[in-house]
């Protein structure tokens, strides 16, 4: 046999795939179908979250812009706009809390109980709390709840000054209405002072 058949015999030929190219081939095919698969499932799942946030911001945004309106109407102490905001941004069986020690406080259920009792506010020529005064430093959004921070100075009845008060106002809402509102005065203690040195009582 001269040497050339020897090398034909014993080299491989380039025209048949080993069994190890099957493998590495096969591999490699199977590698690139999960990577696609893999990256498939990104893009569904990417695009399945974008969605719910855009639709997280939406409701969000509607939220808010429904306790902006309550808050502008209350501090230009329109009464027509207030009534307005109140009427169509709070549900029906809405609630609203406040510490029982300051003169307006304890539980008001229902919107026309809330209604008449936030319309004493811009109404009265003996305000505890000036509407105009009021600023609100700071809204935090989550789900459907804003945290409001409302700063303010507030007068005890009989007081010639007030004193700086802040509050932090929770609102629940649901179906995209105020559901229940939470008050929670910073200083309850300055105010029941203040209150004490005018002669009054809660």
Request: charged share 25%; glycine share 6%.
């Amino acid at each position: 046999m001269s040497s050339k058949d020897h090398r034909a015999d014993h080299e491989p030929r380039m025209d048949v795939p080993s069994e190890e190219g099957h493998g590495t081939l096969g591999r490699r095919s199977f590698n690139v179908a999960g990577m696609a698969l893999t990256a498939a499932s990104l893009m569904t799942l990417s695009a399945a979250a974008q969605a719910q946030q855009r639709e997280e911001r939406t409701r969000v945004s509607r939220n808010r812009a429904t306790l902006e309106r309550y808050y502008s109407a209350l501090q230009n102490k329109n009464a027509d706009a207030l009534r307005s905001a109140v009427e169509e941004g709070f549900a029906p069986d809405a609630v609203l809390r406040i510490s029982d020690s300051l003169p307006y406080g304890g539980t008001h259920a229902g919107r026309d109980v809330i209604l008449t009792m936030l319309m004493g506010f811009v109404t009265t020529t003996t305000p505890i709390i000036r509407p105009e005064q009021i600023k609100i430093e700071r809204m935090v959004e989550e789900g459907d709840s804003i945290v409001a921070k409302a700063v303010f100075p507030w007068l005890a009845p009989g007081a010639r000054e007030p004193i700086p008060m802040s509050a932090f106002e929770w609102f629940v809402f649901r179906n995209g209405r105020i559901s229940e509102m939470v008050v929670s005065y910073w200083d309850t203690a300055a105010c029941l002072a203040a209150m004490k040195a005018a002669g009054s009582k809660p």
